[in-house]
């Protein structure tokens, strides 16, 4: 009995420092970061603002805005997040999932790789890198380096055919 409670013991401590991890990465992230993915072998890239809103404990929700050249035409992408383990898990709204992994995290960088989000929290192959700097701390913000206007809002059906 005496060792079942020690591991028990161990066991919640581990789970207890793991979620505070969880904790920090996902209230570093809250905020609006823009910069760069590179998609694919022949790094092809894309501009992006990405914007991250915390919700819970160690999730939220956001919203991410892909750039079609230099039109100043843009998707959004809503999404919601979760840390799990030090991986964040994304779910957008057309149902697609990624996850972040091999990251760096900083106040005003943030860096790493999108990979596949199989089944339940399983991290596949890499999709994309990215590379972002932290642009405002607040919610709901709306900036960018490009002067996007309202107006020039495109639909993902169509500009799908130019994303790479």
Not at 82 to 102: C, H, L, P, Q, W
């Amino acid at each position: 009995m005496k060792k079942f409670l020690t591991f028990l013991f161990l066991a919640v401590t581990a789970m207890t420092f793991v979620s505070c991890d969880d904790d920090k990465i996902a209230n570093s992230l809250e905020g609006v970061w823009e910069g760069e993915v590179s998609v694919g072998r022949w790094n092809s890239y894309q501009y992006v603002d990405i914007e991250f809103s915390r919700q819970g404990y160690s999730n939220g929700y956001g919203m991410e805005y892909d750039y079609q050249g230099n039109s100043g035409a843009y998707v959004e992408c809503p999404f919601t997040f979760k840390v799990v383990n030090g991986t964040i898990f994304m779910e957008y709204e057309d149902g697609s999932r990624v996850a972040i992994r091999n990251y760096t995290l900083t106040e005003n960088q943030f860096s790493g790789e999108f990979c596949k989000w199989e089944g339940s929290y399983t991290v596949g192959d890499y999709i994309a890198k990215f590379n972002f700097m932290k642009v405002s701390s607040w919610r709901h913000v709306r900036y960018s380096g490009y002067t996007a206007n309202p107006d020039s809002t495109a639909t993902f059906e169509e500009v799908k055919d130019t994303i790479k």
